[in-house]
């Protein structure tokens, strides 16, 4: 066990020295957005009595890989089956750059590989939260030095 900032962990879950399920990586991404601790900290503390939104990721699966969808994505269910007695699953033909072109409201997790994993987010956030950065796990494109 060691202690790693976010940026220090997606790089090690990008070389493959440890792994995390799509909604840490999320998290991961959303951490991404502050660059210290006392940062995080104000800014939980300032959004503390917003309110918080309890959602279940929705998986579409496509030709070459899945998409988590989440609420607010163009995709999303209206009404998802939280439960999984519903037993409905989404998939389609089309390959999951091709979703990707063709679509505008993104809220979702790209996964390609265990490994590749892509945040991509450009709806406004509820309750003052914040948004993840949008980081695809095979490249670097953050700051946070948390």
Request: with cysteine.
């Amino acid at each position: 066990l060691q202690w790693s900032s976010p940026p220090e962990a997606i790089e090690c879950f990008k070389s493959e020295e440890i792994w995390f399920p799509p909604p840490q990586f999320y998290e991961l991404c959303r951490l991404c957005n502050f660059s210290s601790l006392h940062e995080l900290h104000k800014f939980s503390s300032d959004r503390a009595l917003e309110g918080c939104e309890r959602w279940m990721p929705v998986m579409l699966t496509a030709s070459d890989g899945y998409i988590q969808l989440l609420p607010g994505d163009e995709l999303y269910p209206e009404d998802p089956d939280y439960t999984g007695e519903k037993k409905i699953i989404m998939s389609t033909d089309k390959r999951v750059e091709d979703l990707m072109k063709e679509g505008s409201i993104f809220h979702r997790i790209v996964i390609k590989t265990i490994n590749n994993l892509a945040v991509y987010v450009n709806i406004q956030a509820k309750y003052k939260h914040m948004n993840p950065l949008m980081i695809n796990s095979d490249c670097s494109d953050f700051n946070s030095r948390l």
